[in-house]
Each structure stands twice: as C-alpha cells, then as structure tokens.
C-alpha cells in the first residue's frame, strides 16, 4: 500500500523534521540548521522533480539535460563537502568514473532499456553513491593528511615520491568510504530491507523480482563506489584535490 498524499502525510513529515532539528540542537550536533534546511530544500526538490520528470522522459534531449543535472549537482555537492578552494571541480573525476563504466555497460547489455522512467532513478542511485564514496572517501584522505603531516615528510625524507608518501597515509582512511557501502550489502534482508526492494514489493513486483533488482542495485553500488574510492584517492595523492592549509608540495 502506499502512502497517502494528503494533509496528514504532510504533518507527520513536519514533526518528524522537527524532531531531528531538535533532538540536533538539544545534543549539541551542530548541524540543526543544516537539518532543517536540508528537509525543506528537499520537499521543495521532490515536488519540483515530480513534475519535470513526467516532462523530461518524452523527449531524449531533455532526458540527457536532466541526467546532466543530476551529474552536475553531485560534482558540486561533493567537492565542496571535500575542500572550499578551486580544486573542488575534480570531484567530476571520481563520480563520472564510477557511474559512467556502469551505466555505459547496462545500456550496451539491454538490462537497462534508455527510457526516462527506468534510466532516471537508476542513473540516480548510482550518482548518489558515487557521490557519497567520493566524499566520503576525500574527506577522510585529507584530513588524515593534515593531521600525520609529519609521517608524509617522514616518506619523503626516505626517498618516497611525493605521491607515494601521500598514499601510504591516506590510503587505509580514505578505504573506509566503502564500509557503508558493504554493511549494507552484507545485512541486506537480516537487518534492513532496502528501498528498492520495497519499493517493487509496493509496486505489485513479486518478491524474487524485487530481490533482483534489490542485488542489482547492490552489486552496481559496490562497483560505483569503488571506482569513485579509488579515483578520489589518487587524486588527493596527487595534490589534484587539497585544502589551503596543505604545505605547498602536497597542492601542487
């Protein structure tokens, strides 16, 4: 059964948002704002992609404008959880290099026909997952650079190459953006029951459906973050992704 658009959803939605800004503000989390921000933005994204989307899928050229959105808000979103200077752009690399493998190899096979209402929600998730990998995945490098600054200079004076002396330190940290990614996986149907697989159970599918395409979407997840991890990575090994406070060696 699905839910009911109607008032009662809507005031259920607003208290359970309030909810979290409180139970935020109340434990000193920080980001209360940032809750209630991200709920409303949100609501207002949903209810306007409800309605493009039922546009979007006549018509290939807008369906491509609209997955390009898609990409675009990910690089943005991504690089600038990762760093607030010029080189958050580079985000581009490591989210196109996991979805565009993956997307590019089930148009090629038919397991994904290109029409709108099937590509957009799965050039979607796979988008979201990369997104999270590459943030994730940075994040964690850089800091971990920051904080054994010293180490990285221990490499170097040990004759690593820069690259090399980066990776040593910021490998075993930025390989952590994959557990979310394999918990998932390894407790799917103990512990959680995904939301595609719900979804086709709402949606009439039968349960050995839903279950296919519930490790279908699991097993891409796996191979997008991966991709996204490993590209991320490198790049920060490389100074293509750094922050300000960075010695000028690990920025070029």
Excluded: K
């Amino acid at each position: 059964m699905l839910l009911p658009v109607n008032t009662t959803l809507g005031v259920i939605l607003a208290i359970l948002l309030v909810v979290a800004v409180v139970v935020a503000a109340l434990a000193h989390l920080g980001h209360a704002r940032a809750i209630a921000v991200a709920g409303l933005r949100a609501a207002a994204q949903l209810a306007a992609v409800s309605y493009l989307i039922g546009w979007v899928v006549g018509a290939l050229p807008w369906l491509l404008c609209f997955l390009a959105l898609m990409y675009a808000v990910a690089v943005r979103t991504a690089g600038r959880r990762i760093t607030r200077n010029r080189t958050w752009w580079w985000a581009a690399v490591p989210i196109a290099a996991g979805v565009a493998p993956v997307v590019g190899l089930l148009l090629l096979t038919g397991l994904v026909p290109p029409r709108g209402l099937i590509l957009i929600p799965v050039v979607g998730i796979l988008i979201g997952g990369a997104l999270t990998a590459t943030v994730l995945s940075g994040r964690r490098a850089l800091d971990e650079l920051e904080s054994r600054r010293g180490e990285v200079e221990a490499g170097l004076a040990l004759g690593l190459l820069d690259r090399d002396a980066r990776m040593e330190i910021a490998r075993p940290a930025a390989s952590d953006a994959l557990l979310p990614g394999l918990d998932q996986t390894r407790t799917v149907g103990l512990v959680t029951l995904p939301g595609a697989f719900v979804g086709m159970l709402l949606g009439g599918a039968s349960p050995v459906q839903a279950g296919a395409v519930q490790l279908f979407v699991l097993v891409a997840l796996l191979a997008v973050q991966a991709a996204a991890c490993a590209t991320a990575l490198e790049l920060v090994a490389r100074g293509r992704i750094h922050r300000v406070g960075l010695t000028a060696a690990e920025g070029e």
